[in-house]
């Protein structure tokens, strides 16, 4: 079954701080996947994106890695804003298949000053 | 802004009414979704349409009733919903050239729709 889960579910950090988000997939083929940053009752806008051969990728303050083999990524905050707030969401693109994006339930991340 | 469009950014209607949400994007893209977002859960395809040709309808209810008349819009006529049908509604735009390894799907601001 095709899946995607992201952990934590909700993470709250003092600004300033770093934090690690994670994402687990099942999905098969694997296309690419990317982080997306969806702010309260606003679309989502993407962040970054790692296709097979990518190890990381780096956005600014955030850093993506990609592990095909163990078909687990992470996200990087670097000294975290208060703009961070947001909840971020793992999509996985399954292979060669138009619209099939397998999206994750999101890490609702709050930054407290 | 990404590009997409949505309107409007609010909707409240009732069970027994008939509205249209509606999605505009001018980025040239070949592909547009509807994805609705339940609160707490994820974003569920509802579905997609290439060069104005629906090639997906991931067994969506007939209350909801999806138009393309060409490629940078896209309806989602809603009639005789149920409250359970409140939601976020989001629509998305890529350029899909076949077997694209690195489309990107740009997502519109969404739809806040309350049904009562």
């Known amino acids: 079954k095709n899946q995607v889960e992201q952990s934590p579910q909700s993470l709250i950090i003092l600004e300033g701080k770093n934090c690690t988000l994670q994402?687990?997939?099942?999905?098969?083929?694997?296309?690419?996947l990317r982080w997306y940053k969806q702010d309260t009752g606003r679309g989502p806008v993407s962040l970054t994106i790692?296709?097979?051969?990518?190890n990381t990728k780096s956005n600014g303050r955030y850093t993506a890695t990609l592990d095909a083999d163990t078909k687990q990524s992470s996200l990087h905050i670097t000294a975290s804003q208060l703009s961070d707030s947001a909840s971020y969401i793992c999509?996985?693109?399954?292979?060669?298949?138009?619209?099939?994006?397998?999206f994750g339930r999101g890490t609702q991340l709050t930054v407290w000053p | 802004e990404t590009g997409v469009t949505q309107t409007p950014r609010h909707l409240v209607m009732g069970m027994t009414n008939k509205k249209s949400l509606k999605c505009e994007q001018h980025?040239?893209?070949?592909?547009m979704y509807w994805y609705k977002q339940s609160a707490k859960k994820p974003l569920e395809l509802m579905f997609v349409?290439?060069?104005?040709?629906?090639?997906e309808n991931n067994s969506v209810p007939s209350r909801f009733s999806p138009e393309c008349p060409n490629s940078s819009h896209l309806f989602l006529h809603l009639h005789t919903l149920q409250p359970e049908d409140s939601a976020l509604y989001l629509c998305?735009?890529?350029?899909?050239?076949?077997?694209?390894?690195?489309?990107?799907?740009?997502f519109g601001q969404g739809t806040r729709l309350t049904v009562v």
């Open positions: 349409y290439s060069l104005e040709e629906r090639v």
């Open positions: 998305a735009s890529s350029q899909d050239p076949g077997r694209g390894m690195n489309t990107e799907a740009f």
């Open positions: 994402c687990n997939y099942t999905v098969s083929p694997f296309s690419n």
């Open positions: 980025l040239g893209h070949n592909a």
């Open positions: 999509v996985v693109r399954r292979g060669s298949t138009l619209g099939r994006l397998y």
């Open positions: 790692m296709t097979f051969s990518e």
